[in-house]
Nanobody, 112 residues
Framework: VQLVESGGGLVQPGGSLRLSCAAS????????MAWYRQAPGKQRELVAI???????TYADSAKGRFTISRDNAKSTVYLQMNNLKPEDTAVYYC???????WGQGTQVTVSS
């Protein structure tokens, strides 16, 4: 399984970013996909999951601000992040929940 995250960057509080994750080496359309994040000095945490059928679940910190979506034709999962806060600063990763390995992640920094 190969996972390539992109779309991170530096954004001001209240701003938006859209993260992308291109997956290969799996039957993408039949797999749930998830976004995780790891802030400095903290454990990695689940942000959002999308099932193969498109059902979504969010961490409380992401509800109402983040939207996970998928494009099976492109084997890509997205995370639209709105109204970003400094506490959203982290490295963001994606993977199927069952998969043990992590990609390189993409850095999101929310700062004025």
């Amino acid at each position: 399984v190969q996972l390539v995250e992109s779309g991170g960057g530096l954004v001001q509080p209240g701003g938006s970013l859209r993260l992308s994750c291109a997956a290969s080496g799996i039957s993408f359309s039949v797999n749930a996909m998830a976004w995780y994040r790891q802030a400095p000095g903290k454990q990695r945490e689940l942000v959002a999951i999308i099932s193969s059928g498109g059902s979504t679940t969010y961490a409380d910190s992401a509800k109402g601000r983040f939207t996970i979506s998928r494009d099976n034709a492109k084997s890509t999962v997205y995370l639209q992040m709105n109204n970003l806060k400094p506490e959203d600063t982290a490295v963001y990763y994606c993977k199927p929940p069952w998969h043990d390995d992590w990609g390189q992640g993409t850095q999101v920094t929310v700062s004025s």
